[in-house]
């Protein structure tokens, strides 16, 4: 009995809050303080009729904005949705995204550049934790767009190194001019994850990553 008169008690005040909300109320609300306000004007001075319709014009713009905040926040859910499947689609695969971090294992390490138009030749350049240069790799004549990189784990000198986390830059030029390189960082999707800031996709070894940010999926 006790849930019943709980429940009982709290559900025309949750009415009343839907009432208050809704754009169709506070229409009624303003109709019915407006049509007080005429009765009561002054007949030596009586409302202006523009001012009379200024006021019903913000009201219907005001009705005008709160439906079209409720038709945006629908269309955001189902856009929400739809990243989410697509995101949960990808995990498991190998993806590039904007980074500096390349993880070198026993069978070698990858990583990508994107560039914004063609160039003439980019660069790689491999550094370890230190910050000391390990390995450079030059690539001629590629194309706008993303490229991959694989480095064998071998130095400049052809020996072998350490397994582990590296760092690497991009640079790229065209007719002996600096072209926009952007590094990207390799790693593979473990989950997707959805909250205020969108759908994100967890990636190993790089992090949280916008599913707007991924420049390719391998």
């Known amino acids: 009995m006790t849930t019943v008169s709980a429940l009982g008690a709290a559900a025309p005040g949750a009415t009343k809050t839907a009432a208050k909300d809704d754009p169709a109320a506070a229409q009624d609300r303003f109709l019915t303080l407006l049509v007080t ?21 913000q009201l219907s713009t005001v009705t005008g904005i709160d439906k079209m905040n409720a038709t945006l926040q629908t269309l955001i859910g189902s856009y929400q949705s739809s990243q989410s499947l697509q995101a949960a689609g990808m995990i498991g695969s190998g993806v590039l995204s904007p980074g500096d971090n390349i993880a070198l294992a026993e069978n070698g390490a990858l990583c990508g550049v994107q560039l914004v138009e063609p160039v003439d030749r980019f660069e790689v350049s491999i550094r370890n934790a230190a910050g ?37 830059a991009v640079s790229a030029t065209r007719a002996e001019q600096k072209v926009e390189a952007v590094p990207l960082a390799y790693g593979v999707v473990a989950s997707v994850s959805t909250g205020a800031d969108g759908v994100k996709l967890n990636v190993a070894g790089v992090g949280a990553v916008n599913l707007a940010d991924i420049r390719q999926i391998l």
């Open 37 to 57: 306000q005429m009765k009561n004007q002054d007949p030596l001075n009586p409302l202006d009729n523009a001012q009379v319709t200024s006021q019903l014009a």
């Open 132 to 168: 000391e240069p390990v390995r450079t790799i030059a690539v001629d004549a590629a194309g706008a767009g993303t490229h991959r990189v694989l480095w064998d784990g071998k130095d400049d000198s052809g020996a072998a190194v350490a397994q582990g986390d590296y760092r690497f």
